[in-house]
C-alpha cells in the first residue's frame, strides 16, 4: 500500500506535464488502453481464463465505466481546472466517501469516532470544493472520487473472477468508450509525442495504473475496506508535498483550512483502526481465498 499511494500520489503532477503535450480526454484514453493492454498481455501470456457468462462481463463492463471512463474523464478535468494539491486531495476522497457504502453493504462497523470524523471531513471537502477553493474543478475531482469509491466497492461482487483479466477487461473497456467520448469532443488525437510526454504516458499507464490497480484489486479482495483505506490518505498526502516542493504551489488560507479538515478527518477515522501485519502478499486471483481465518483486527 505504500508503494501504491506513492505511485498514485504521482498522478496529479504527471497528468499537469502531460496535458502540454496531449488533449485531455485523449490522454485519459491513452493510459485506461496502454494500462489495459499490457495487463491483457500478461493474461495472455500467463493463460489465464476468460470469464464464461454474461453476467460476469456485464460486471466487468459496469466496473470499466464506473472505475475508469467516469473515474479517468472526471479525474483529468479536475487537475485540468485545480491546483495539484487540491486535486490530489479532492480525487482521493474515497476513505472518506467508503466508510458509509462499507457499514451498509459489508456490514463493517462504523464507531462514534468514524461519524464524527466523516462530518468533519466533508466539511473539509465542502470548504475546498467552494468557487475560492478551486469551482468547477473542485466538484469534477469530488465525482472521481465519488466514481473510485462505486468502483471499489464493485470489486467485491466480483469473487470468482480471475483478477488480471478482469483488470485488463474493465481497462480497455472503459478506454474504449472514452475513446469514443474523446472523439465526439475533442475530435481527432492531436498529440506531441515529445519524450516528456512519452515518459509521463509510460508510468501513468504502466505502474500508476496496471500495477497500482491490480494491486489494489487484491488487496480490495482480501481485506477489510475500512482497515485498507487507512493507507489511502496518504495519496493525497503525496500530492500535496509534490505540488509544493516541485511546483512551487501556496494553497490559499480558505483552502489550506479546507485541507487540514480533511486530513484530519482522515486521521481521525481510520489512524486508530488496527490494521493487519505484514502477512503474505494477496493472491492474483480473485477465486483464490485466504484459507487461514481473518485475524480479528480485520473484523
Not at 57 to 73: D, E, H, P, Q, T
Not at 267 to 283: D, F, I, N, T
Amino acid at each position: 500500500m505504500l508503494w501504491i499511494t506513492a505511485a498514485l500520489g504521482t498522478c496529479f503532477l504527471l497528468i499537469q506535464w502531460g496535458l502540454r503535450d496531449a488533449p485531455l480526454l485523449w490522454f485519459a484514453t491513452l493510459r485506461a488502453l496502454l494500462g489495459g493492454s499490457a495487463l491483457a498481455l500478461v493474461a495472455f501470456w500467463q493463460g489465464r481464463p476468460l470469464p464464461s457468462s454474461a453476467m460476469a462481463w456485464g460486471k466487468i463492463a459496469l466496473l470499466g465505466l464506473v472505475n475508469v471512463s467516469l473515474a479517468f474523464a472526471f479525474m483529468f478535468a479536475g487537475v485540468a481546472g485545480l491546483s495539484t494539491g487540491v486535486a490530489s486531495v479532492l480525487a482521493n476522497a474515497q476513505p472518506l466517501l467508503i466508510l458509509l457504502p462499507a457499514w451498509w453493504l459489508f456490514r463493517e462497523r462504523i464507531t462514534p469516532r468514524t461519524g464524527a470524523a466523516l462530518l468533519l471531513g466533508f466539511a473539509g471537502l465542502l470548504m475546498v470544493a467552494l468557487p475560492g477553493g478551486g469551482g468547477s474543478g473542485a466538484l469534477l475531482s469530488l465525482a472521481s472520487a465519488a466514481s473510485v469509491t462505486v468502483g471499489t466497492l464493485l470489486v467485491r461482487t466480483l469473487g470468482g473472477l480471475d483478477v488480471v483479466v478482469t483488470s485488463a477487461a474493465h481497462f480497455l473497456i472503459g478506454g474504449l468508450v472514452l475513446a469514443g467520448l474523446a472523439f465526439a469532443v475533442e475530435g481527432p488525437p492531436i498529440i506531441s509525442w515529445t519524450p516528456r510526454f512519452i515518459l509521463v504516458l509510460g508510468f501513468l499507464g504502466l505502474v500508476a495504473t496496471a500495477a497500482t490497480t491490480l494491486a489494489w484489486f487484491v488487496e480490495a479482495q482480501r481485506s477489510a475496506l475500512s482497515s485498507l483505506t487507512v493507507w489511502m490518505f496518504l495519496i493525497p498526502v503525496f500530492g500535496l508535498v509534490i505540488g509544493i516542493v516541485v511546483l512551487g504551489e501556496r494553497p490559499s488560507p480558505w483552502t489550506a483550512a479546507g485541507i487540514a479538515l480533511v486530513m484530519g478527518a482522515m486521521w481521525m477515522a481510520l489512524a486508530k483502526q488496527r490494521v493487519a501485519g505484514s502477512g503474505p502478499p494477496g493472491v492474483l486471483c480473485v477465486a483464490c481465498q485466504r484459507e487461514e481465518a481473518v485475524p480479528d483486527e480485520m473484523q
